[in-house]
């Protein structure tokens, strides 16, 4: 019996569409594989140069204390601000600065490129935040460990390149990348901020003490600037 020529062509078209995908997913595998390479070399440049800055600024230190003087290092470019407090008694200006700062809930945290206007505006909400420099470690894992990126108006978990490079951000292909454009304060860092999803933190080991909650950190409290100390409170919170 003679095979229909409409089956005959539906055959065709199948085994068409067949090669296609089997085309496209040894291209992807290779594709893969090839930027597996890539952004691992990527990363070892990034390590090189972090330790190389970090060996610069011991020798600074050294030299400056064989002449008698002092290292200044030169100042921070981003902060990390967390918001501890709710929405009762928040003024409607700071309401609107942490709105901003894309901080809309309790333990929201997110990046902020430090200048003289973002520093008098976190000046202003500092009985409702803590902020300070973060370390590029905890860049790195707040990245991994809460990282969700968006796409389309749509909350994405960074769990594979893809969903960086599917974010179209000049120079920004993996997570390496965008860890060293949010630690550095690249030419895309406001693209590479817009795309990361403010982190959801937990509450911090241990819990808040209801009577230093509301005080100063320089008073014993948790609001306000707490520089470099940051580190450790994020680590509580993760």
């Given at each position: 019996m003679k095979t229909p020529e409409s089956v005959l062509k539906k055959q065709a078209t199948q085994k068409k569409l067949a090669e296609a995908a089997a085309a496209a997913a040894s291209a992807a595998a290779a594709k893969a594989t090839a930027d597996v390479a890539t952004f691992a070399k990527k990363a070892e440049a990034y390590d090189a140069e972090y330790t190389k800055a970090r060996q610069e600024a011991v020798e600074n230190r050294r030299t400056a204390k064989v002449k008698g003087g002092f290292y200044v290092p030169p100042e921070q470019k981003v902060a990390l601000v967390i918001r501890i407090r709710g929405t009762i008694g928040?003024?409607?200006?700071?309401?609107?600065?942490?709105?901003?700062?894309?901080?809309?809930?309790?333990?929201?945290?997110s990046f902020v490129k430090l200048n003289e206007a973002t520093i008098r505006m976190?000046?202003?909400?500092?009985?409702?935040?803590?902020?300070?420099?973060?370390?590029?470690?905890?860049?790195?894992?707040?990245?991994?460990?809460?990282?969700?990126?968006?796409i389309n108006k749509q909350r994405i978990p960074i769990a594979d390149n893809t969903v960086i490079q599917d974010a179209a951000i000049p120079g920004i292909e993996c997570t390496a990348d965008l860890i060293h454009e949010i630690f550095t304060v690249g030419p895309n860092f406001k693209k590479a901020n817009n795309f990361l999803w403010p982190f959801k933190l937990s509450n911090p080991k241990g819990g808040f003490s209801s009577k230093t909650k509301l005080l100063h950190f320089m008073e014993g409290g948790e609001a306000g600037a707490r520089g470099e100390q940051i580190n450790q409170f994020v680590l509580k919170m993760l």
């Open positions: 928040v003024s409607p200006k700071a309401k609107k600065v942490m709105q901003l700062f894309r901080l809309r809930q309790l333990h929201n945290a976190l000046r202003l909400i500092e009985p409702y935040v803590t902020y300070g420099y973060p370390s590029r470690a905890i860049v790195q894992k707040l990245i991994w460990k809460r990282g969700f990126g968006k």
